[in-house]
């Protein structure tokens, strides 16, 4: 990947959290600037997380985190777009990594900046996904995939954004019951 050169309207010159100046380091062939006071990483670029949102029988599907600081706790299956991957795709790629379902996308259901990587900043793009194939199954990060009503979602959860999303798909839900 080619690194756009330093520019003053691009480059943290400053950190984001002490406000000590910042020092360019590589990463993975990657362009951060590091604090050298408080040790906090910055990034040229959001990270795009995306996450599917299926609900069959008004019971949502949850997966449990294997791996890191979330493992054991429940989220929306969600992962990362990769480079030259299209978000949609990545969608529908993740979703089956982790559960084993194949979807078909019905659209953006809910968009959220997250901090919930101190180290890296994500915008996080949820997508509303059909059944159209597939077997339930855990698998790449998730120990445990299962659907659970939206009143008895398991806890704790791995991100907060999921439980507003959550919140939103109940409140959407109670009103299509009227």
């Known amino acids: ?3 756009p050169a330093d520019d003053d309207d691009v480059v943290p010159r400053f950190c984001s959290q002490c406000a000590a100046s910042v020092e360019r380091v590589d990463v993975g062939g990657e362009p951060v600037w590091r604090c050298p006071r408080c040790g906090h990483r910055q990034y040229r670029r959001q990270i795009v997380g995306v996450a599917v949102v299926v ?3 008004d019971r949502l599907l949850m997966v449990k985190r294997r791996y890191g600081d979330r493992a054991g706790a429940w989220c929306i ?3 990362h777009v990769g480079w030259d991957e299209d978000v949609r795709d990545a969608a529908v790629r993740e979703l089956e990594e982790e559960t084993g379902i194949v979807v078909e996308l019905d659209g953006v259901f809910d968009a959220h900046t997250t901090f919930h990587d101190r180290n890296r900043h994500h915008a996080g793009i949820w997508f509303r996904g059909r ?3 597939g077997a ?3 698998g790449d990060d998730a120990v445990d995939a299962a659907f659970f009503p939206l009143d008895t979602i398991p806890e704790p959860l791995a991100y907060v ?7 939103r798909l109940r409140r959407e839900l109670r009103r299509s019951d009227r």
């Not at 954004?161 to 919140?167: F, G, Q």
């Open 55 to 57: 609900v069959e029988d």
């Open 77 to 79: 299956p969600c992962g």
């Open 1 to 3: 990947m080619a690194v």
């Open 161 to 167: 954004t999921d439980a507003r999303v959550i919140e």
């Open 136 to 138: 339930l199954q855990p």
């Open 131 to 133: 059944r159209v194939g």
